[in-house]
């Protein structure tokens, strides 16, 4: 189409300003007529009049005449259509998501900066058939050419990445054969859908363990061991812890819910991180001694003051450092050391360091999951939810500070907050 175009433009161009000629041809020979008495009265020279009748007859040309600007069609068929053209880049350029412009061929004559940052592959001149195999988009474009009305299918990609994308084709006339293709990116509605159908079964799933526990017990209490009290003393054992578990559960959803609806609305109040921490570690001086760990504190003089939320902050320090007493207690030891950062973003650091047997290295990224277990089974026993560190990970966010986590085998964790000053 565009080669077309160019291929006509010339015979449009000459054909145009032969029509301008004629239209002032009566004005220009008058002009000459000025011109030639100017030089024949020795008012001018021949070299000036004619490079100033030269210059009258070029603006000739150039300028639009009366009937062209009120009827732009007038210029051509094939101008109109590279105009049309122009203006349908114009429109694709300016949209967000990818789009693609075709010929009657099926061509891409044009593709807007997503679409190249998003299908790197559909270059321009090919035929789309050629660099995007799917039959449903194929499929659109020879309906939209034989019915003229729009289509709409579904892109699904599993290569380099698993993608979605709605496809909307369209065909702007029946003459030109142009067609207009977006691609609007479906993929975080998916991923976001798929997230909750996990969450809720992950939920599930973490709710029926013990509650199935329980009802077993129950039944066993009042049947065969509805005489034996060692029996029952055993039994209502477990089953405090069991129902102990269903409600860390149920706080930790709460909490989290909770922080996902405030997350956008960042914290006023002013927390000192040194009186912060003492708290942490004396609220967890039991579990410490039981699991046979020492907590070092490591501050630096004066005040650590950072703007945030104090029982939130105070969340994520017992979580961390209750992770890494019954995780990372192998070693013996846990240290937490607070320290300023010379940072625009940043103005605190606290390290939370264990020495025990660390995760591997795949592991890392997903610790921040919610109910991603490294080893599950022992998670459950030692009463975990999988849904500390995504809380961490959601409290950190709305203060806008930065978590990361390093950790090798056998040479524990160290989980990194920073927060700003």
Same mark, same amino acid.
């Given at each position: ?21 004629? *239209? ?50 007038? =210029? ?16 694709? *350029? ?46 659109? =474009? ?5 019915? %003229? ?50 969450? =809720? ?21 009042? %049947? ?13 054992? =477990? ?118 047997? %660390? ?63």
């Amino acid at each position: 189409m565009t080669e077309d175009v160019e291929r006509g433009a010339g015979p449009v161009v000459v054909k145009r300003w032969r029509s301008r000629l004629f *239209d002032r041809l009566t004005l220009l020979l008058a002009i000459l007529v000025v011109f030639v008495s100017l030089v024949g009265l020795d008012y001018l020279d021949l070299l000036p009049a004619a490079a100033g009748f030269a210059l009258v007859l070029l603006m000739a040309l150039l300028i639009p005449g009366a009937v062209e600007i009120a009827n732009p069609s007038m =210029i051509g068929g094939e101008a109109s259509e590279a105009i049309r053209e122009e203006a349908v880049r114009l429109v694709a *350029d300016a949209l967000p998501d990818p789009c693609l412009i075709l010929d009657k061929r099926s061509n891409v004559i044009h593709r807007n900066a997503p679409a190249v940052q998003h299908f790197p592959g559909l270059m321009e001149g090919n035929r789309i058939a050629f660099s995007m195999r799917s039959p449903a988009i194929l499929s659109a =474009i020879e309906a939209v050419r034989r019915t %003229g009305r729009p289509q709409v299918v579904e892109l699904h990609q599993t290569v380099p990445n698993e993608t979605w994308y709605k496809v909307a084709v369209a065909q702007l006339n029946d003459a030109d054969g142009i067609l207009v293709v977006t691609l609007q990116s479906l993929t975080d509605q998916r991923r976001l859908d798929s997230m909750r159908t996990d969450f =809720i079964a992950n939920v599930s799933h973490e709710l029926r363990t013990p509650l199935t526990s329980l009802i077993g017990f129950i039944d066993t209490m009042l %049947g065969p061991a509805a005489k034996d009290e060692a029996a029952k003393e055993k039994f209502l054992g =477990i089953m405090r812890n069991q129902a102990g578990r269903m409600s860390k559960l149920i706080d930790d959803l709460l909490s989290l819910s909770r922080i996902e609806m405030r997350q956008h609305v960042r914290p006023t109040s002013k927390v000192d991180l040194g009186t912060l921490l003492r708290e942490v570690n004396e609220g967890l001086q039991l579990q410490a001694k039981e699991a046979g760990v020492a907590v070092n504190l490591s501050f630096p003089d004066g005040g650590a003051q950072t703007t945030g939320d104090h029982d939130e902050l105070y969340e994520v320090f017992e979580n961390l450092v209750e992770n890494a007493v019954k995780y990372g207690g192998g070693g013996g030891k846990v240290d937490v050391a607070l320290s300023r950062v010379d940072s625009a973003a940043y103005g605190w650091r606290v390290l939370v360091t264990d020495y025990g047997v %660390g995760v591997e290295a795949e592991h890392v990224p997903r610790l921040t999951e919610r109910f991603y277990r490294v080893d599950a089974e022992s998670s459950r026993q030692k009463k975990g939810t999988g849904l500390g560190l995504a809380i961490v990970k959601h409290i950190i966010a709305r203060h806008h500070g930065a978590l990361s986590i390093k950790s090798q085998p056998g040479q524990g964790t160290r989980v990194e907050v920073l927060l700003p000053a």
